[in-house]
């Protein structure tokens, strides 16, 4: 049945929908977005934070990467996460490996006018650790503290900034921190015109100080946001004038805006919608890889899962291949390691398949002839519910009962960190695009340590050799050599963690085919509207 466009969808349609019904004649068949804006229907009920030092949800970032710039980039003509120099045009590392020392670019200008100078960079480094939001975390990984901050971030010239940090990292791991929305260099002057006592953090939250491509000017949260072209900006005008994101929750009403011509891209569409538009007049269908994996884990503090084989039998009890094919088509796409596809260090191996009867072998070698019975914890939530659900039915193939134990992402991560479960199904998402960002999590517990923020940790997996390549993939200065390390400690992990990774997320989106350029993702972990344009 053809979905029906409710009120409230209609009035969130906006201007070009409006613009069309105003017009003598107009017709909903024939309706189109202005040719100068790229309209794009979405849900961004998420967009809790526009602080791009607060933010650290993925439409945030899909906002703030368009109207700030970092220090550093990625070339988003690349499928790999090629570093570029943004902001800093350069840098130098001392010989002991400590301290970079960046090259601030001259000429570029804030959106007021104000013009970007080392100043408004010792600003902004400094600040995520002193309004100490979520995001914080990334800079305390590498040494730097609300404490320490003033003597480890120094501009020593009018463009020129120092960092020093704990101990000499890998430049690759710091360029590529420093292309996160954490790294988003703030207008100083403007901000602190508007800081109030939380250094401007209210405020930001509600506008912009940025110098990228677009500004924000005007923010309705839970209904849209609107960006103009900042016709300065240092690395050329945008293609389209405007950009207008509006909040659409249902994906039958995505589709039918689209289908009429009120949007430019449906955002978050089932696979039954993608499905349906398939070979539509004027609709295409785009896929783009995101930094985002799935995976089911077991805890090895319990007597059952603590056996090797037993952990290893799971492994074949997962439908690789069913699950990308027919259970999220088009969604994720099979992987099986820790780093995503396009990140330093990447590895396509995949050894592992759906074996039930490999599966049962391992089991009566454990000592489980009979089968066992398991619990898995999932978010009552798509998509993990959804595979909880397919794992059910394919680990009973194997002999293994699997209760599944639905309940709110709150309630599941409170139980995970706490190390209560038996089998945990996970939905991880790339904070910047390093390997380190997941091999901290994925392949490093230091002994003796309470490390809930670790999965490793919470899952009970006790492995000091692996923690010691890990700590010295960070440190390693040849690019080559580090991508080495983290692809033979990907391999042992693969093979021997109690981690299933099966899946790797792709963002799914269906557009009008007038609009070129256009990305959804991208190795920078956001989607990119500067180079979208229309035919």
């Known amino acids: 049945m053809t979905p029906r466009l409710p009120k409230r969808a209609l009035l969130a349609g906006g201007g070009a929908m409006l613009a069309a019904a105003a017009l003598p004649g107009a017709r909903h068949a024939a309706a189109q977005t202005p040719r100068s804006a790229l309209v794009i229907a979405a849900q961004i009920d998420d967009l809790v934070a526009i602080d791009p030092h607060h933010s650290f949800e993925v439409t945030g970032s899909d906002l703030l990467k368009n109207v700030y710039d970092q220090l550093f980039t990625l070339d988003p003509a690349k499928d790999s996460a090629e570093l570029q120099p943004a902001l800093a045009e350069g840098f130098t590392v001392s010989e002991d490996g400590r301290t970079f020392t960046f090259r601030i670019r001259q000429g570029v200008r804030f959106h007021s006018g104000n013009a970007l ?8 480094l400094r600040r995520p650790l002193l309004i100490n939001r979520t995001p914080a975390f990334m800079y305390r990984s590498v040494g730097l503290t609300r404490e320490n901050i ?10 020129e900034v120092q960092v020093t940090f704990d101990q000499p990292y890998a430049p690759s791991l710091i360029q590529n921190l420093f292309t996160a929305t954490i790294a988003s260099v703030v207008d100083m002057r ?24 677009y500004r924000l000017t005007r923010h309705q949260p839970n209904e849209s946001y609107t960006l103009d072209r900042n016709d300065a900006w240092w690395r050329g005008r945008a ?75 799971l492994k074949c009890l997962i439908d690789y ?3 990308a094919t027919n259970l999220l088509p088009g969604q994720v796409f099979p992987h099986q390691s820790f780093i995503p596809r396009a990140i330093l260090g990447e590895v396509d191996s995949r050894p592992w398949r759906f074996e039930p009867d490999r599966a049962r072998r391992l089991l009566a070698e454990a000592g489980h002839a009979n089968g066992i019975r398991l619990t898995l914890d ?71 340590g309470n490390n809930p923020g670790k999965l490793t940790w919470r899952n009970n997996w006790s492995i000091p050799e692996m923690t010691a390549r890990t700590e010295a993939a960070m440190r390693e200065r040849d690019e080559a050599a580090r991508a ?34 256009y990305l959804a993702s991208s190795p920078g972990l956001s989607a990119i509207y500067w180079l979208a344009n229309k035919g």
Request: proline content about 6%.
């Open 190 to 213: 403007l901000v602190q015109q508007n800081a109030g006592d939380d250094l401007g953090n209210a405020w930001l939250n509600r506008n912009s100080a940025g110098s990228g491509a």
């Open 321 to 323: 291949e069913g699950i």
């Open 117 to 124: 100078t080392a100043a408004d960079v010792v600003f902004s």
């Open 378 to 448: 999932t978010a009552n939530t798509f998509p993990s519910l959804d595979v909880a659900q397919a794992l059910q039915a394919s680990f009973a193939r194997g002999g293994v009962t699997l209760e599944v134990l639905p309940a709110t992402g709150a309630q599941v991560l409170a139980k995970f960190r706490a190390r209560n479960h038996q089998l945990f199904i996970g939905i991880w998402g790339l904070g910047y695009p390093d390997p380190h960002y997941n091999a901290d999590s994925f392949a490093h517990n230091p002994p003796g």
């Open 239 to 313: 293609n389209l004038q405007r950009v207008i994101v509006r909040h659409v929750p249902e994906a039958a009403t995505q589709r039918l805006l689209l289908e009429r011509g009120d949007v430019d891209v449906a955002r978050n569409l089932t696979p039954t919608d993608i499905a349906a538009l398939r070979g539509r007049p004027n609709i295409g269908i785009a896929e783009w890889p995101r930094g985002t994996i799935q995976y089911v884990c077991a805890n090895l503090g319990d007597p059952v899962l603590s056996n090797p084989k037993v952990v290893e039998a």
């Open 150 to 159: 003033e003597q480890t971030v120094r501009q020593t010239g009018e463009f």
């Open 484 to 517: 080495a390390v983290y692809r033979q400690i990907q391999e042992e992990f693969i093979g021997t963690s109690p981690f299933a990774i099966f899946a790797q997320q792709q963002v799914q989106v269906a557009l009008r085919t007038n609009l070129r350029g």
